[in-house]
């Protein structure tokens, strides 16, 4: 079946930019997403992209898909303590009926 | 702001017991899901559904059920509580296509 891989931990210095990867196996993949949750919290939609963009950016956030790699990825720009949380990388696709993929998730460690 | 409300954040039950898990969406989404997360098994699918009184099994469903009898409203049903579904319990409800999911705050269930 689908499967979407992430590394399971980044550690980053305040003010550095991050970079969470994900790579995923379904081709029919629609739509990619980035979810954030913080400790003892419900996952929250960050972004997400269309499969047939390349790139999206939203203020310090820049997601970039290389679509013919599967590799998607989330940069996170002058990172601060309040990016620290467990970043999940998912896939949405047609065959799959409405039903999102989801990776284990990295967790994001920002050092003062 | 749209929402999804999980309506306890903290359980505590006894082995044996029936316990339900209630959660409510008031976006008119047609699509609603269960989720458990545990510590290194990422988030994994107990129940999904696509309409009212629809459901459709996830990857474990055992010892678990689900009710939708409102479209608002998704029910997860533990029938004999164990030990070993002490975990977190997440709601997540989308639309039809591909926004993304919105996730409860999530319900730490813990069966002693």
């Known amino acids: 079946g689908e499967d979407v891989e992430q590394s399971l931990f980044l550690s980053v210095r305040e003010g550095d930019s991050s970079v969470i990867n994900c790579t995923y196996t379904d081709s029919s993949s629609t739509y990619l997403y980035w979810y954030k949750q913080e400790p003892g919290a419900g996952l929250q939609l960050l972004t997400y992209i269309f499969s047939n963009m390349d790139m999206k950016q939203d203020q310090r956030l820049t997601v970039l898909l290389n679509k013919k790699d599967k590799h998607l990825s989330l940069r996170i720009a002058d990172t601060q303590t309040g990016d620290s949380a467990i970043y999940f990388c998912a896939e949405i696709s047609n065959t799959n009926a409405g039903k999102s993929t989801f990776g284990d998730g990295t967790t994001l460690t920002v050092k003062p | 702001d749209v929402k999804v409300t999980q309506s306890s954040r903290y359980l505590v039950k006894r082995t044996g017991e029936k316990v339900f898990l209630e959660c409510v969406q008031d976006m008119d989404h047609e699509n609603m899901f269960w989720y458990r997360q545990d510590p290194g098994l990422g988030l994994r699918l107990i129940y999904f559904?696509?309409?009212?009184?629809?459901?459709e099994k996830g990857d474990i469903p055992e010892g678990y059920s689900v009710s939708r009898e409102k479209k608002e409203r998704f029910s997860l049903i533990l029938e004999s509580a164990s030990t070993n579904q002490t975990s977190m319990y997440l709601c997540?409800?989308?639309?039809?296509?591909?926004?993304?999911?919105?996730f409860g705050s999530g319900t730490r269930l813990t069966v002693v």
């Open positions: 997540a409800s989308s639309q039809l296509g591909g926004d993304g999911y919105t």
């Open positions: 559904s696509y309409d009212v009184k629809m459901k």
